[in-house]
C-alpha cells in the first residue's frame, strides 16, 4: 500500500482519552493508538493503575499519561475536561470503562427471580451510564468545540448479537450502548456536523482478569465446560488477544473511517456468524 494510503490510518497529532484505561484491553488500545501516533490519557478509577500502565508505554517511547477518572461521577468527568481542554482538546474518546458483577449473574445457587435488583443497577449504570452516556455527554463538548470534530468509539460485546447465559444484565446494558451508539452517531451528525462520528466494536471472548476463572480453571489453567463450548462456536478456534482489537479502533478513530459512524463491528473470530451447524 502506498505510503499515502497509508497517512489515513495516522493517528498523529490526535489526543485521545481511554476510560478504563488500567483494564488489559484499554492497555493493549492505549498503546495502538499511542504506535498510530496519538497522544494517550489512560483514564481509570485506578489512578495509581493507570499511571503505572502509562509509564510502560512512555518505557516505549509513546506518549502516555496516567488520569484518576471516575465515569459514574459528573464532578470528576467535568475536572477531566477541564484538564484535557488545558492539554489542547479531545479529539478521540474511546469508551473502555465496564464490567460484570458475580451478584449480578445467574448461578446454580441463584435464579434470575433472585437476583437482587441492586447488583443489577450497579451493572447497568457502570456499562451504560458510565460505559457509554455519562463520558459522552460530559467530554462531548471538547469535540464540539474542536474545529477538526472527533470519534468517540464505544466497547460493546459480543453478547449483544448472540445473548450469552447467566449474564443477564451485562448483556442488557450492553445492547442499550449499541442503540446510545447508533442514536448518538445520528444526532452528534445532524446538531453538530459530520465531522464527529461515532462507533463500537464489539469484543467477542478474551481473556482477562474478570473472565479467566470462567473460562479456565483455577488449578490446571484447562478450559472450563464454558471456555469449551466457546471455543467450539469460534470458527477461528481460538480466544481473542488484546491485540486483535487494535487495528479496527485505529481504523475507526482515523481519517480511513471518516463516512463510517453509527456502527458496530464485531471482533469475535467469526462468533456471531457461527450457527452452530
Known amino acids: 500500500m502506498e505510503a499515502s494510503a497509508l497517512s489515513m490510518f495516522s493517528l498523529a497529532g490526535k489526543r485521545a482519552l481511554l476510560t478504563g484505561g488500567a483494564g488489559v484491553l484499554c492497555h493493549a488500545l492505549g498503546r495502538g493508538l499511542a504506535r498510530a501516533g496519538a497522544e494517550v490519557i489512560l483514564g481509570d478509577l485506578r489512578g495509581d493503575a493507570a499511571e503505572s500502565a502509562a509509564a510502560e508505554l512512555r518505557k516505549e517511547g509513546l506518549k502516555a499519561h496516567g488520569m484518576t477518572l471516575d465515569v459514574l461521577n459528573p464532578d470528576s468527568l467535568a475536572e477531566a475536561a477541564v484538564q484535557l481542554q488545558a492539554r489542547g482538546g479531545l479529539d478521540i474518546l474511546l469508551n473502555g470503562a465496564g464490567g460484570n458483577q458475580p451478584a449480578a449473574t445467574v448461578s446454580a445457587e441463584v435464579s434470575f427471580f433472585d437476583l437482587p435488583l441492586d447488583a443489577l443497577r450497579r451493572v447497568v449504570d457502570l456499562n451504560l451510564f458510565g ?49 446510545f451508539t447508533q442514536w448518538l452517531a445520528v444526532h452528534v451528525a445532524r446538531e453538530h456536523g459530520p465531522k464527529i462520528r461515532v462507533n463500537a466494536i464489539a469484543p467477542g471472548f478474551f481473556l482477562t482478569e474478570q473472565n479467566r476463572y470462567l473460562l479456565t480453571d483455577k488449578d490446571t489453567g484447562k478450559f472450563t465446560a464454558r471456555g469449551e463450548a466457546i471455543l467450539a462456536h469460534t470458527p477461528m478456534g481460538r480466544l481473542g488477544d488484546p491485540d486483535d482489537l487494535v487495528g479496527a479502533a485505529v481504523w475507526l478513530c482515523s481519517d480511513a473511517a471518516r463516512f463510517v459512524t453509527g456502527i458496530v463491528l464485531p471482533i469475535d473470530g467469526g462468533f456471531s456468524a457461527y450457527s452452530g451447524v
Open 131 to 179: 460505559g457509554a452516556i455519562l463520558p459522552a455527554q460530559r467530554l462531548g463538548p471538547l469535540m464540539v468545540r474542536n474545529p477538526n470534530g472527533g470519534v468517540i468509539l464505544n466497547i460493546s460485546s459480543i453478547t449483544t448479537f448472540r445473548p450469552m447465559t447467566r449474564v443477564v444484565g451485562y448483556s442488557a446494558a450492553k445492547g442499550a450502548v449499541n442503540n
